[in-house]
């Protein structure tokens, strides 16, 4: 077995998916977890140039980093048997993982990276009115024609696992009931034995 080391700031955001991946497969691996660069700029100032990209999460296994948060959640789930059982089925998991991260990139642009007050509102406006309910339609329409128990092959993969934390992390989760199936889903996968004691059991943070 590697030694894996997870590094990102003290919260959920990027690294989750990875972190719940991870739990699901029951791998040990090292949580490494940092300060908020707001909270301690000099240390992040130091960290950052030793990145690959100037950013956060990375992973090092047996001492080798990968860095951007999808690349490292989709390691995790080829190594550790949550990708698809084929290169097809691989590739079925990338498009939902691809969709869904579309809309998170959209949704961090609303909520936390636009600093202009007036664009912040239209941003997120469109983000509730159009890029939610359009996501999670597609979302729903694809889990139906593969099955509608899971997205992949009639088991479970990190597309599920990706589509749970996106949808447990929204604001107003209420909006998920409207769309059965991944309702379903998200219920499902929140039961597994190893992601419900994951979330039962993580550091409880901001975001």
Same mark, same amino acid.
């Given at each position: ?80 048997? /949550?990708?698809? @059982? $084929?290169?097809? !089925? ?8 691809? =969709?869904?991260? *579309? ?66 992390? /929204?604001?107003? @989760? $209420?909006?998920? !009931? ?8 998200? =219920?499902?996968? *929140? ?17």
């Amino acid at each position: 077995m590697p030694i894996i080391k997870l590094t990102y700031f003290d919260f959920r955001a990027r690294a989750e998916p990875a972190r719940l991946v991870l739990a699901q497969a029951g791998v040990d691996y090292i949580d490494r977890r940092i300060p908020a660069y707001w909270l301690d700029i000099e240390n992040w100032q130091k960290m950052k140039p030793t990145t690959p990209y100037g950013q956060i999460p990375i992973l090092e296994v047996d001492g080798e980093v990968i860095s951007e948060s999808v690349a490292i959640t989709r390691y995790c789930a080829r190594e550790f048997g /949550l990708a698809g @059982k $084929t290169t097809f !089925e691989s590739a079925q998991a990338d498009e939902i993982v691809d =969709a869904v991260q *579309g809309a998170i990139e959209k949704q961090y642009d609303a909520f936390v990276f636009e600093k202009d007050e007036t664009r912040k509102t239209d941003l997120q406006k469109a983000f509730n009115e159009s890029v939610l309910p359009t996501l999670l339609g597609n979302l729903e329409k694809r889990l139906c024609s593969r099955g509608g128990d899971f997205f992949v092959g009639g088991a479970l993969t990190w597309a599920d696992i990706v589509t749970y934390n996106f949808c447990v992390e /929204l604001p107003d @989760k $209420t909006v998920v !009931e409207k769309y059965p199936k991944i309702s379903a889903l998200v =219920a499902k996968v *929140g039961e597994l034995p190893n992601i419900k004691a994951w979330v039962a059991s993580r550091p409880k943070t901001m975001f």
